[in-house]
């Protein structure tokens, strides 16, 4: 899992059957704890929690991903599991 923030959305009304009526977002990971977006390190995300541009977000790739919809043969790659209200390091 990874931190990231949401940076913008995928419209695609031509799709693979398992991605039919989810929502793709743009994701950029965050360094933590400068919370600094990381360069080249955009990913598209399926929504599974209702996020939005702007915030905050924990993301599950692989095959966790693919549970979080019930679907473990699905193209599926990276899904948006929580909003995150804050985040805190202790050094």
């Known amino acids: 899992m990874y931190v990231g923030v949401v940076s913008g959305s995928i419209v695609a009304t031509a799709k693979e ?6 929502k793709l977002l743009i994701v950029q990971k965050v360094a933590i704890p400068e919370r600094t977006s990381m360069k080249n390190s955009i990913e598209i995300a399926v929504d599974a929690v209702g996020a939005g541009t702007g915030e905050y977000v924990l993301v ?8 979080v919809f019930g679907a473990s043969t699905s193209v599926i790659d990276a899904a948006i599991i929580a909003i995150v209200d804050s985040i805190e390091v202790y050094e």
């Open 60 to 67: 599950t790739k692989g095959e966790a991903a693919r549970n």
């Open 17 to 22: 059957e398992d991605l039919i009526g989810k």
